[in-house]
């Protein structure tokens, strides 16, 4: 019933691929609160064919049309320049240290993905893991702290909250949803890829995705909405991001997929 074995082997041009991160409750709901069909029983309809329904309703009510869902443009607030160029130096310099690949989260398609956890997260572990966060947190000390000012430049309570951050190049696509997120998180993204390409693609309701520009900004988004990085040249430009995320502390409500005063988003899905 699902397409592809995780989020990296799917098309985010495809409307299938950005809805099948969502559980089949949650596409059940979408089918009567926001379509009118009758509801449905899992003995009697399945995910597939759930799926398969939402797809000709979406279909059908584009009626003919390239894309049936509209796409509204945000963006983050912009980071001080020299602190930008610090940073990209540094993660330009991480991402020659590897041979190849590294990816710690192998359901995303990334050149090089790596999680950095905060002290304060290890508290609950081993002996030996937390010796090995220590030490991985020390190895990479330079981009956890030029990361901290980024984030204390734009939201510094949070910056005393996130406990984890994702390190990446050349993120792409890859529509998933952040299930061990306790609240919103903060992307940044940087690089030489084009103006207006490689922002945070997020599902805001059933008929509306913003495409949040991340290039240079730190961008507010909700992960636990369905999410993937819009197109941009990773053949030919590097794209580096950094993804500010709490999993522990809290639990926030969803109520909003994006945080930009002149949108409202619908927490309906979820």
Same mark, same amino acid.
């Given at each position: 019933?699902?397409?592809?074995?995780?989020a990296?082997?799917?098309?985010?041009?495809?409307?299938r691929?950005?809805?099948?991160?969502?559980?089949?409750?949650?596409?059940?709901?979408?089918?009567v609160?926001?379509?009118?069909?009758k509801?449905?029983?899992?003995?009697?309809?399945?995910?597939?064919?759930?799926?398969?329904?939402?797809?000709?309703?979406?279909? %059908?009510?584009?009626? #003919?049309? &390239?894309?049936? @869902? *509209?796409? $509204?443009r /945000?963006?983050?607030?912009? +980071?001080?320049? =020299?602190?930008?160029?610090?940073?990209?130096?540094?993660?330009?310099k991480?991402? %020659?240290?590897?041979? #190849?690949? &590294?990816?710690? @989260? *192998?359901? $995303?398609? /990334?050149?090089?993905?790596? +999680?950095?956890? =905060?002290?304060?997260?290890?508290?609950p572990?081993?002996?030996?893991?937390?010796?090995?966060?220590?030490?991985?947190?020390?190895?990479?000390?330079?981009?956890?702290?030029?990361?901290?000012?980024?984030?204390?430049?734009?939201?510094?309570?949070?910056?005393?909250?996130y406990s984890?951050?994702?390190?990446?190049?050349?993120?792409?696509?890859?529509?998933?949803?952040?299930?061990?997120?306790?609240g919103?998180?903060?992307g940044?993204?940087?690089?030489?890829?084009d103006d207006?390409?490689?922002g945070?693609?997020?599902e805001?309701?059933a008929?509306?995705v913003?495409?949040?520009?991340?290039?240079?900004?730190?961008?507010?988004?909700?992960?636990r909405?369905?999410?993937?990085v819009?197109?941009?040249?990773?053949?030919t430009?590097?794209?580096?991001?950094?993804?500010?995320?709490?999993?522990?502390?809290?639990?926030?409500?969803?109520?909003?997929?994006?945080?930009?005063?002149?949108?409202?988003?619908?927490?309906?899905?979820c």
């Open positions: 019933a699902f397409v592809g074995a995780s990296a082997e799917r098309d985010p041009s495809l409307l691929s950005q809805l099948e991160p969502w559980s089949t409750t949650a596409l059940r709901r979408r089918l609160a926001d379509f009118g069909d509801a449905s029983s899992p003995e009697n309809f399945p995910r597939a064919d759930v799926m398969k329904r939402l797809l000709q309703l979406y279909q %059908e009510e584009a009626e #003919g049309s &390239n894309n049936s @869902r *509209t796409t $509204i /945000a963006s983050g607030t912009l +980071i001080d320049e =020299s602190l930008r160029e610090k940073l990209l130096c540094t993660l330009k991480w991402k %020659e240290g590897w041979m #190849g690949k &590294n990816l710690e @989260r *192998t359901s $995303i398609r /990334a050149e090089n993905y790596m +999680i950095l956890t =905060s002290p304060e997260s290890w508290e572990l081993g002996r030996k893991k937390r010796q090995k966060a220590e030490s991985k947190l020390k190895t990479h000390q330079e981009i956890w702290d030029l990361s901290k000012m980024v984030m204390a430049s734009v939201d510094d309570d949070f910056a005393s909250k984890a951050l994702a390190v990446t190049h050349n993120f792409q696509g890859s529509p998933h949803i952040d299930r061990q997120n306790v919103p998180f903060y940044l993204s940087l690089g030489d890829f207006k390409t490689g945070i693609m997020v805001c309701s008929r509306v913003a495409h949040v520009n991340t290039k240079n900004r730190l961008g507010k988004v909700d992960g909405f369905s999410h993937w819009a197109p941009y040249d990773a053949t430009k590097d794209r580096y991001s950094l993804i500010f995320y709490q999993t522990m502390g809290k639990y926030q409500k969803t109520e909003s997929a994006i945080f930009d005063p002149n949108f409202k988003t619908d927490s309906s899905c």
